[in-house]
């Protein structure tokens, strides 16, 4: 078992709360709303963000070397769903959490 240092302890902490973000948001929020926040393009973004910062924090989790290049993938998908939530209202924290999730996993992935 390799040990976590605080950089990965904080980016699988940021994948997690981007990952809850994104589900919440969306269950409770972009589903009540309608519209363009239920648009098939966002709305898969916003599941897929969910999906690939659960699996990326996983990989951390169990000390694979492939946490690497799911960070990679992360870090463009967070950044991607930022985006795409900063151009609809009410998803401020969504917005938030996707970028500093994104942050933190561009420096995993270095």
């Given amino acids: 078992m390799h ?3 605080d950089a990965m302890r904080r980016c699988v902490d940021d994948c997690l709360a981007c990952h809850r973000a994104c589900v ?3 269950s ?3 589903l009540d709303v ?3 926040h239920v648009e098939p393009r966002h709305a898969r973004l916003m599941l897929a963000c969910a999906e690939i910062c659960r699996t990326s924090a996983y990989f951390m989790e169990l000390g694979t070397e ?5 960070c990679a993938l992360c870090a463009e998908v967070c950044a991607e769903c930022a985006r795409s939530c900063a151009d609809l209202e ?3 924290d969504c917005v938030a959490a996707c970028r500093r999730c994104a ?3 561009r420096q995993m992935a270095a």
């Fill in 103 to 105: 942050d933190s996993c």
């Fill in 24 to 26: 919440t948001t969306f």
């Fill in 34 to 36: 309608g519209g363009a």
């Fill in 66 to 70: 492939f946490h690497k290049q799911s």
């Fill in 90 to 92: 009410g998803m401020a």
């Fill in 3 to 5: 040990p976590m240092d």
């Fill in 28 to 30: 409770q929020h972009c």
